[in-house]
DNA sequence: GCTCCAAGTTAACGGTGTTAACATTGGCAT
DNA sequence: ATGCCAATGTTAACACCGTTAACTTGGAGC
């Protein structure tokens, strides 16, 4: 269908484009479909042609979000397993510094329920495989302990995320640009936060 | 001031607790101030009274939040450094987990801007030392690494912050009520990732 | 007893998401 | 070529929302 004065031809993408730039500026709460509609010049209840509500033009937005993270993910490079492992954390966290009010919006549970959108569900799936992959490579590769992949990939997952949610809200105190902060927590859970003098200790389980 | 039918008497309170019962059942973005009024049996804008505006009465809901999480963990037990700090952690998940909602709303960076209510920011700062205290015990018992404290501190907010937000939300696939999850992850930051057979390298910092 | 002020009231403004009912029009089948 | 239909717009309206202005009530202190 071309683009005429009536039927607008384009409404759907540009729709999405106006509530990401609405969102980057000043979040999820101050997108507003009736705003979007006058922007673009058309009238409110359009937009429903296209979006089944105000929740679903987010999760689109959400979705694609996801999809950017996972491609920032993959091109870090996998060639040694401890470079790839902080690499990966610390595009994590990049990518979320340079979208905060996006990544609020990806992960931010109130907004965008959990089983609501099966494809932003799949999305978040697709991007958090590309982490787990890279844990799994460096276990194969023998430089991470065999402990249960679920266990590491929650761990390492828990760490970038509370890390990334954490400095955008500026509740870190060093929150600021530095990627020491990122690539010194990265270090720290690899080699471990216990003191050498004790590390022979405790020791009892996916030690072979 | 005693209360009649005209001065309400309790109306701060009141509110407090009926928002709080309305933010637990369906999150905060179902707190209306309209309703609320309704509810207690007064008008809308008598809330103005009490409240500068709807983020305010939200921020006092957050304020008591981090007052409750900070009593949930300055009742862990500090006797052993390793049983403190895994302590500390489950104690924060499971508060988490107890109340997500309030947990949500205490971390939304979206709705309660960082700066906006020094109160606010005062209650999470206590809550975080509670943590901070523990890892520094850690520290002087000789049984955590001698590394900054401000990076020791943030990597295990991070993770405790990270695991507590991904579990609410339902993206870890094992998100239900094990604590054994939370325990593993705790003892995965303690003793490293790295398998044994590596861990004598790159240890190139902060080991005496 | 009078006054003042804190704490209520109603009315109203501008905004929101959303639905119902109607209008236009491009593309497809005849 | 023509006529229908489904997609895609329109306007009007409903039920909310937060918030402010202007007014009223009534208890506490001089």
Known sequence: MARTAYHHGDLHQQAHDQALAVLRLEGDGAISLRA???QIGVSAPALYRHYADRESLLAELAISGFAALRQQLLSVDQHAPRAAL???????VAFAQSEPNLYRLMFGGRVLPKGAHPRLDQAGLDAF?????????GQRAGYLKPAPLALM???????????????IDGHLPNAGAEPQLAEGITSLLLEGAIAPTHNHIDNNEDTP
């Open 129 to 137: 495989n590309v982490l787990q992959d890279t844990i799994a490579r």
């Open 86 to 92: 902080i690499g990966i954390g610390l595009a994590y």
């Open 36 to 38: 979007i509609a006058k």
């Open 153 to 167: 990939t929650a761990t390492a997952w828990s760490l970038v995320h509370g890390l990334s949610q954490l400095t």
